[in-house]
């Protein structure tokens, strides 16, 4: 299984992106999906996530203004990230794990740069 990414890029502050991630190769079943980014210099942190019944959770810096999305036949998730800070630069990973093996999986970033 292959996650891939898109959606990242180059965004003033206040503005948004829409970022995306599929999986191929095989179905993920009943996923947890979420959110992951790493800042340079920093730990990689949870910035989202979303369990199979579509409880979520987000990074406290995040809610109001992130959301995530997903569907779990077609193994996709997006984050709506909406009044974008520079603090919000980092490398976005996508990251599902099979509900029932535990197995997980990991996207491979999508560089998120909030600057004037």
């Known amino acids: 299984v292959q996650l891939q990414a898109s959606g990242g890029g180059l965004v003033q502050p206040g503005g948004s992106l829409r970022l995306s991630c599929a999986a191929s190769?095989?179905?993920?079943?009943?996923?947890?999906m979420a959110w992951y980014r790493q800042a340079p210099g920093h730990a990689r942190e949870l910035v989202a996530s979303?369990?199979?019944?579509?409880?979520?959770d987000y990074l406290d810096s995040a809610k109001d203004r992130f959301i995530i999305s997903g569907d779990n036949v077609k193994n996709t998730v997006y984050l709506q990230m909406n009044s974008l800070k520079p603090e919000d630069t980092a490398v976005y990973f996508c990251?599902?794990?099979?509900?029932?093996?535990?197995?997980?999986?990991w996207g491979q970033g999508t560089l998120v740069t909030v600057s004037s």
């Open positions: 190769g095989a179905v993920i079943d009943m996923p947890t």
């Open positions: 979303i369990t199979v019944s579509g409880f979520t």
């Open positions: 990251y599902m794990q099979n509900s029932i093996t535990r197995r997980e999986y």
